[in-house]
């Protein structure tokens, strides 16, 4: 699928991908963004960032990543990313239990250092582990209703609804954007209150990265 | 195509791939380029001389050294800014940092941390085990013996620094430090860095919250602003800080993703000289690439701040560059100053600090308390080696437990369980006295005078 430049765009959205350490969040981010999977990544140190284009109901919606370490010992650098973002991937890890009794801590962690609005999405990654699964998806489902979160399963080695957790947090977030538009005042999405991370109509199409490649 | 992968390397046990003269995994050669420069015999002979003149500085082991740093110091500073001949590298660093008094005055303890300890981070390391240096070869292999030195330095240190435990990037320095000594010195070494010998160049940089790092990256900011305005403003406006590019800089001291012979140049000055040449390696990086970073918008501004071009990262470019760049008395005034702001947190990293000094005592007092219980130390060193197969392998088999709940893609063969038995490969009786703890010793201190290239 041929895609516009990278930067031409309607929209830019911020959205954080946090979760205990190891879960999966930098492969998620990669098979996202460059739809690669790297058995052999190292452990994140403080942030890593990454952005990709994609068109999300029928608007150009540019996604701007950004990929924290998992341990607690660096809330204290990855809290500051928190701010101003739209969306959070809380992400676990369907074989290992801990992960996701954390992830009441995690959005705890949200509430405290996030916009309230946030779009909270919560990804049970590592589904191609059939066999270590120790985390029924009904519990998981019912805990993110409970929650009032969107829940899915995905497997960034394998590919699985990667594609779709992205897509589906961020048409909430469009929806969110443009319904406060439209009650803020006109229809027209040029009169969004944003912060610094929501750029719009962002017309800046001077210079062009290799695409990421879809899938 | 992932899977097949990850079959493959199972399959291998040791991975015949071209490696750089580091050990690092070698990229697949793209042109002819790839044809291995030989050193003129001009460059050899220069090497040699300056081998020559380190040895007689250093004395037979290190006999001299301390002597030399007290009457020529600047020699000494000199000398290590040209970088440390590689093969003195191990020695030279064990000496600078002051590890190697530790080591002497602390017999026994490493062994005792790794044998008989248990530290709540182990899960954590052992996470974190192979997503260190994955592409050294020294720690590629699954349970080899790197993977195993590396949780073995990790896991000692965790438990004698239970405030600071393991945190992630750790792992990272302790690889370096294998590459280029033994478990036991390189654990030492981790102490000399982050509790002080001569002194603590990293000390507090791993306490909770991470304070250290936090006032490093804001003084770099103020750094960057003071000596390159232009980008400094440049930055401001596109809303880039440190900590979206510089924490790793800090936190691993450059061994986290920059180029080995360069990481290994800056860990020379690093152990000498202290946290001020990051700033200023940091600074050099900057004003190198001021000119186009300076053009960039936000995102291709991020991406450049990570991925610095070649050219940028030579050591004999970069480093002069480097150590032309003023900080130190900045940074004593920003240090004062913030440490006015942020009285509290001052406080109580100072308190920590006192902590940590009565830690080391209070180790070293442990361990000559469990000697004088033994009656015999030589019946008491065999009698250690005996059980020690037992001890040492606790580690492994969570280690290698873990594995196997970790067996991506479910693909793990039944043949591999038998790894999984005898996680050290050995069986019992190899490790007994006659003749087979030689043989143990390798397999659990596996890299004794191990030396790249």
């Known amino acids: 699928m041929a895609r516009r430049p990278d930067e031409e765009y309607d929209y830019l959205f911020k959205v954080v991908l946090i979760g205990d350490s190891g879960v999966g969040k930098s492969n998620l981010l990669s098979r996202f963004t460059r739809n690669e999977f790297c058995l052999e990544s190292k452990s994140t140190i403080g ?6 284009t ?13 990929d924290t370490a998992g341990q607690e010992r660096y809330r204290a650098i990855t809290s500051a990313y928190y701010r101003g973002a739209l969306g959070a991937l809380l992400v676990y890890d369907v074989t290992k239990p801990t992960t996701f009794e954390n992830v009441s801590r995690w959005l705890k962690e949200l509430r405290d250092h996030a916009d309230s609005n946030i779009v909270i999405m919560l990804i049970g990654n590592k589904t191609d582990l059939k066999h270590l699964k120790a985390l ?41 954007i443009s319904k406060k538009s439209l009650s803020s005042n006109e229809a027209a999405p040029t009169t969004i209150k944003e912060g610094q991370t929501l750029v719009v109509g962002a017309q800046d199409s001077s210079t062009k990265k290799p695409c990421c490649s879809s899938s | 195509m992932e899977k097949k992968f990850v079959d493959d390397d199972e399959l291998r046990p040791v991975p015949l791939v071209k490696v750089d003269r580091f050990g690092f995994v070698k990229p697949e050669v793209k042109s002819a380029d790839g044809i291995v420069k030989s050193r003129s015999a001009f460059e050899n002979d220069r090497e040699e001389r300056r081998i020559r003149k380190w040895r007689k500085m250093i004395g037979v082991g290190g006999s001299d050294w301390k002597h030399y740093v007290k009457r020529k110091p600047h020699v000494v500073r000199r000398r290590i800014r040209k970088g440390i001949p590689d093969c003195l590298r191990g020695l030279v660093w064990q000496l600078i940092s002051g590890s190697r008094d530790l080591l002497l005055m602390n017999p026994g303890v490493y062994e005792q941390l790794v044998i008989y300890e248990t530290s709540a981070s182990e899960l954590d390391i052992i996470r974190d085990i192979s997503r260190t240096f994955p592409s050294h070869v020294f ?31 750790m792992g990272f320095l302790a690889g370096l430090l294998l590459l280029y000594m033994c478990e036991e010195d390189a654990f030492w070494l981790m102490v ?30 103020q750094l960057v602003r003071e000596h390159l305005p232009k980008l400094g403003e440049h930055f401001t406006q596109e809303m880039i800080n440190p900590s979206m590019y510089a924490s790793q800089w800090f936190i691993t001291v450059f061994s986290y993703s920059f180029p080995f012979p360069l990481a290994l140049r800056i860990w020379d000055v690093f152990l000498y000289e202290g946290v001020q040449i990051v700033f200023k390696v940091g600074l050099a990086l900057l004003k190198y690439c ?24 030579n050591p004999d470019t970069l480093l002069p560059m480097a150590y032309s ?12 100053e913030y440490q006015k702001k942020n009285g509290k947190l001052a406080e109580s990293h100072a308190i920590y600090q006192r902590s940590l000094r009565s ?51 479910g693909k793990k063969k039944s043949s591999s369980t038998i790894f999984y038995e005898a996680p050290l490969g050995y069986s019992i009786e190899d490790v007994r006295p006659h003749g087979g703890i030689k043989k143990f010793k390798s397999a659990a201190y596996s890299n004794f005078a191990r030396k790249p290239s």
Not at chain 1, 54 to 66: D, F, M, N, S
Not at chain 1, 148 to 168: D, M, P, R, Y
Not at chain 2, 142 to 167: C, F, M, W
């Open chain 1, 54 to 66: 994609l068109q999300v109901e029928g608007r150009t919606v540019k996604a701007q990543i950004w």
């Open chain 2, 325 to 336: 760049i003023k900080v130190s008395k900045r940074l004593e005034e920003m240090n004062q």
């Open chain 2, 359 to 409: 830690d080391v005592k209070l180790c070293i007092s442990l361990v000559w308390s469990i000697k004088s219980i033994t009656l015999d130390l030589i019946s008491y060193w065999f009698f250690l080696k005996k059980i020690s197969f037992f001890f040492v392998s606790q580690p492994f088999i969570l280690f290698c437990l873990y594995d196997l709940m970790e067996t991506k893609g």
């Open chain 2, 139 to 169: 720690f590629q292999q699954r349970h080899g013996p790197g993977q195993r030195s590396l949780y073995n330095v990790l896991k000692a240190y965790s438990v004698y620094d239970r405030d600071v435990g393991y945190v992630q990037g």
């Open chain 2, 290 to 313: 001021h000119d186009d970073l300076v053009k960039l918008p936000f995102e291709k501004l991020i991406h450049a701040l990570r991925n610095f071009p070649e050219d940028a990262m």
């Open chain 2, 192 to 221: 000399a860095l982050l509790k002080g010998a001569v002194h603590a160049p990293m000390e507090g940089l791993y306490l909770a919250g991470l304070p250290l790092v936090q006032q490093y990256l804001s003084q770099f900011e």
């Open chain 1, 136 to 176: 029924a998806t009904e519990d998981a489902q019912s805990f993110a209703e409970k929650e009032g979160l969107s829940f899915i399963e995905t497997s960034a080695l394998e590919a699985t609804n990667v594609e779709k957790a992205f897509q589906t947090i961020l048409a909430e977030i469009y929806r969110i």
């Open chain 1, 47 to 52: 942030v890593e960032f990454a952005t990709r």
